[in-house]
């Protein structure tokens, strides 16, 4: 399985990013719930935002609430984060992860243990 992220770059305090994760390899993409991390130099991971099979769900870090969206496309194995009034705090490698879902019910994910696969990681960078 191999998750390609993409959209991360060097954009002034008060824009916006949409960052894209391209799936691809063996998994059922449409039975993943997709998350975004993010991680600053020094820092832990840290949960962005995830969405739910279908985009019928979605959760975000307090951090990004309000200002961020997130979706998806099952068809072509994709997900998207959309962040805008972007702020120094916002700065960091942006990940995005997959959890397969085995159940009807399922709570959505929200710790790196939680996601099975990875991709590989695009910075953003935000200057005051």
């Known amino acids: 399985v191999q998750l390609q992220a993409s959209g991360g770059g060097l954009v002034q305090a008060g824009g916006s990013l949409r960052l894209s994760c391209a799936a691809s390899?063996?998994?059922?993409?449409?039975?993943?719930?997709m998350g975004w991390f993010r991680q600053s130099p020094g820092k832990e991971r840290e949960f962005v935002a995830a969405v739910g099979l279908g985009g019928r769900s979605d959760h975000f870090a307090d951090s990004v609430k309000g200002r961020s969206t997130i979706s998806r496309d099952d068809v072509k194995k994709e997900v998207y984060l959309q962040m805008n009034n972007l702020t120094p705090a916002d700065t960091a490698v942006y990940y995005c992860?997959?959890?397969?879902?085995?159940?009807?019910?399922?709570?959505?994910?929200?710790?790196?243990?939680?996601?099975?696969?990875w991709g590989q990681g695009t910075k953003v960078t935000v200057s005051s």
């Open positions: 992860a997959a959890h397969p879902v085995r159940s009807v019910f399922y709570d959505m994910p929200d710790k790196v243990n939680d996601y099975q696969h």
């Open positions: 390899g063996r998994i059922f993409f449409s039975s993943n719930v």
